[in-house]
Structure formats: structure tokens, C-alpha cells
T-cell receptor
Framework: DAGITQSPRYKITETGRQVTLMCHQTWSHSYMFWYRQDLGHGLRLIYYSAAADITDKGEVPDGYVVSRSKTENFPLTLESATRSQTSVYFC??????????FGPGTRLTVL | AQKITQTQPGMFVQEKEAVTLDCTYDTSDQSYGLFWYKQPSSGEMIFLIYQGSYDEQNATEGRYSLNFQKARKSANLVISASQLGDSAMYFCAMREDNYGQNFVFGPGTRLSVLP
């Protein structure tokens, strides 16, 4: 499918477990982003990547790890999930200088 | 300090009327971009309109227009002839070129269109 996809769409996990959220885009956009959306905070940037093997921290990176070995994939890993990481996670991609295109989101619940 | 301020947590508008959603921003960059996104209850983020800091004309996209007042650091979204399907959260966002390609989003405004 063309565009940007995220998997899983819904995930329930337990405190302390490792969780990986997947993001895949078919446009060959150089930039990719991970955001979390919480009530009252809008969208906050976790990490972004300018190209394969180039990543940088955003506003709220603690507790998260990213990698980008291929242009089209940008997985986000919660190494040891905490309840405060319960959120909706959005992946996005863009080709400069234009707008970002967002994936459908992953709703993560940490019990 | 917040870089994007949206002072209206919620707004109501009558169907077929126009509505303005406020957005002010804070940056010391000369080159930046301003964006508006719509998030309906289904959750996806939909791009609406873009304004570059050097664009002299206000951006328009169909029923959406951006009232860009650079000196006031204001980038209000105007929706003309509101429709019931316009009910959603609306986010203003800014890209500062000196900080790479990452965006900063405002807290959003929830618009409800009344029949």
C-alpha cells in the first residue's frame, strides 16, 4: 500500500516489557518522525531522523530508542515500558520543505 | 516558553458560517513554515494548509485560508462556510529552519459545527 503505515494499531502491554512500534513509508521521504499525543499536550516530538542511520532527539526522548537502517522504516522501541508511556503514537514522514504526512497512529496502553 | 499558542480550547460555529481559529507563534528565525492540521474523531492527522515565512500572499486551499500577520506572529486559520464534517481538533504547527525539519505543535482547538 502506498503511504505511511503503522503497526500494531493497538497494543496493550505490561510495565517493564519491551515494546516496538513499527512505521513504514513508501514515498522514500528522507525525514521521519515519532510523536506522542496526550490530552492537554498536543503532539510532542520523541525522535526524528533525517536519513538512514541519522537520528536525533526531540522534546521527549527519555525511555525511547529508535533506529533507521532503511529509509522506509523507522521503528520506535520502548525498552522498559512505564505507565506514563500510555499514549497515542504517530509516525510521520516528509520531504523538505513541505508538510509532514502522518500515519494512522498506534494506541498503546501500559498496565 | 510555548512556541505555538492556541488560546481557544474549544469553539462552536453554526453550519455555513465562517470561523477563525487563532494561532500565535514564537521564533527568532527569519525562515520558517506554518502549518494547520485537522484531526477528526477517527484520529488521523490531515494536512490542511501551509504558509512560508517569506510568502507575501496568504495561503488558501479551498475553504481554508491562513491569515498570516508576520509582525504580530499570528497565523490564524479561517474556515469559510463551515460544514458538519469540519467538527474536529485543529492543530497549528511551526517548522523552524534553524532547527532542522522537526515541527512544534500547539495544544489544539476543538471545533464543533452546529446544525
Amino acid at each position: 500500500d502506498a503511504g505511511i503505515t503503522q503497526s500494531p494499531r493497538y497494543k496493550i502491554t505490561e510495565t517493564g516489557r519491551q515494546v516496538t512500534l513499527m512505521c513504514h513509508q513508501t514515498w522514500s521521504h528522507s525525514y521521519m518522525f515519532w510523536y506522542r499525543q496526550d490530552l492537554g499536550h498536543g503532539l510532542r516530538l520523541i525522535y526524528y531522523s533525517a536519513a538512514a542511520d541519522i537520528t536525533d532527539k526531540g522534546e521527549v526522548p527519555d525511555g525511547y530508542v529508535v533506529s533507521r537502517s532503511k529509509t522506509e522504516n523507522f521503528p520506535l522501541t520502548l525498552e522498559s515500558a512505564t505507565r506514563s508511556q500510555t499514549s497515542v503514537y504517530f509516525c510521520a514522514s516528509k520531504a523538505p520543505p513541505r508538510e509532514q504526512f502522518f500515519g494512522p497512529g498506534t494506541r498503546l496502553t501500559v498496565l | 516558553a510555548q512556541k505555538i499558542t492556541q488560546t481557544q480550547p474549544g469553539m462552536f460555529v453554526q453550519e455555513k458560517e465562517a470561523v477563525t481559529l487563532d494561532c500565535t507563534y514564537d521564533t527568532s528565525d527569519q525562515s520558517y513554515g506554518l502549518f494547520w492540521y485537522k484531526q477528526p474523531s477517527s484520529g488521523e492527522m490531515i494536512f490542511l494548509i501551509y504558509q512560508g515565512s517569506y510568502d507575501e500572499q496568504n495561503a488558501t486551499e479551498g475553504r481554508y485560508s491562513l491569515n498570516f500577520q508576520k509582525a504580530r506572529k499570528s497565523a490564524n486559520l479561517v474556515i469559510s462556510a463551515s460544514q458538519l464534517g469540519d467538527s474536529a481538533m485543529y492543530f497549528c504547527a511551526m517548522r523552524e529552519d534553524n532547527y532542522g525539519q522537526n515541527f512544534v505543535f500547539g495544544p489544539g482547538t476543538r471545533l464543533s459545527v452546529l446544525p
